[in-house]
């Protein structure tokens, strides 16, 4: 079983803001896979389809972003023997990068990132694959707050709608495949 974990803020207001591109990728990768995720519980929007012989989990907490933890804990503590090293996906915003740009990884810190900490809070270990996609850094003297709950400009908007549909690629290669050869293919 597999459980891929969108993060994002519930709700029209932040629907469109840098900080849900975790929710949009969840969204295409929901489209793709015929698997819409409405339905309510764990304290997410859920859905669930079989890749393979593999279920899989697409899941959009509605905890808003600094809880998401808590909402991966809810589907965690349902399906025992869930093994976050291999079983769970997370996609997210990453200041890090520029946007548009995606990149895979196996593990590491939270980079300030606080829906991560979160994660990594309940599920005790830092070890998780991920998939982060760029939004860029707040312009000089503007707070990080502002940057991440606004839209992107018109000019970027693109990218990351693109770099959402790389992600959701990334991620479905992943569960068909390895998380391993996702990121050889992928990493840009």
């Known amino acids: ?14 629907h469109n803001t840098k900080h849900n591109v975790g929710f949009w990728a969840i969204d295409v990768l929901s489209a793709r896979l015929s698997t819409p995720c409405t339905q309510q519980k764990w304290k997410s929007l859920v859905g669930e389809c079989r890749i393979g012989v593999e279920k899989v989990i697409l899941c959009k907490p509605q905890t808003f972003m600094n809880l998401s933890g808590e909402a991966l804990r809810e589907v965690i503590r349902f399906y025992s023997g869930i093994e976050p090293e291999t079983d769970v996906i997370l996609l997210y915003d990453d200041m890090d990068f520029p946007p548009g740009t995606v990149k895979l990884r196996e593990k590491g810190s939270a980079g300030g990132h606080n829906g991560v900490k979160s994660i990594m809070a309940h599920l005790g270990t830092e070890v998780f694959p991920r998939v982060r996609m760029g939004i860029g850094r707040p312009e000089p003297g503007r707070p990080v707050i502002q940057h991440v709950l606004s839209p992107f400009p018109a000019e970027q908007q693109k990218l990351v709608e693109q770099a959402a549909q790389r992600a959701a690629e990334a991620v479905h290669f992943a569960l068909e495949h390895s998380f391993t050869l996702a990121m050889n293919r992928f990493n840009e």
């Open 1 to 14: 079983m597999k459980i891929v974990i969108g993060l994002g803020n519930p709700g029209d207001k932040y």
